[in-house]
């Protein structure tokens, strides 16, 4: 299991590496505007770092790199000169749509109702949720 979980998802990088390479984004940057997406309104980094499982030195490089790419804006939160918001630009908002459809256009081709997707999901989750229990115990 171990293996087979650590082959797909190298695959699953390469994937979506060749998906996301003609917008100049990695698979981290993708899930970091894929939550912007769905928040639809800017976020707190802390946040932001908690729904990818991310620590600070992690996100903020990756931050960095959005934002130079015209992806993201951070700013100081005016409540709360401790928080920075995230929030996307014009141009992230206006390829969601394009990059998404290209995103579920590419994972159509595994050819899988959507009840095996969710039963997978599942699986997946649950193997991660057991891990997480086994890891607090050590």
């Not at 769905?38 to 030195?57: K, P, V, Y």
């Amino acid at each position: 299991m171990c293996f087979a979980l650590y082959e797909a998802n190298k695959k699953f990088n390469r994937f979506y590496a060749e998906i996301l390479d003609p917008f100049n984004l990695t698979y981290p940057q993708y899930l970091v505007l894929l939550n912007l997406w769905e928040a639809n309104c800017e976020i707190t980094m802390r946040d932001l770092g908690r729904q990818l499982a991310l620590d600070s030195g992690t996100l903020t490089p990756l931050l960095r790199r959005l934002e130079q790419r015209g992806w993201v804006t951070r700013h100081k939160d005016p409540d709360d000169e401790r928080h920075v918001l995230v929030a996307l630009t014009p141009k992230a908002e206006q390829s969601q749509g394009i990059i998404l459809n290209k995103v579920n256009s590419y994972l159509n081709h595994l050819n899988m109702k959507k009840s095996e997707y969710l039963q997978r999901l599942h699986e997946i989750n649950d193997i991660s949720q057991r891990l997480d229990q086994i890891l607090s115990e050590i």
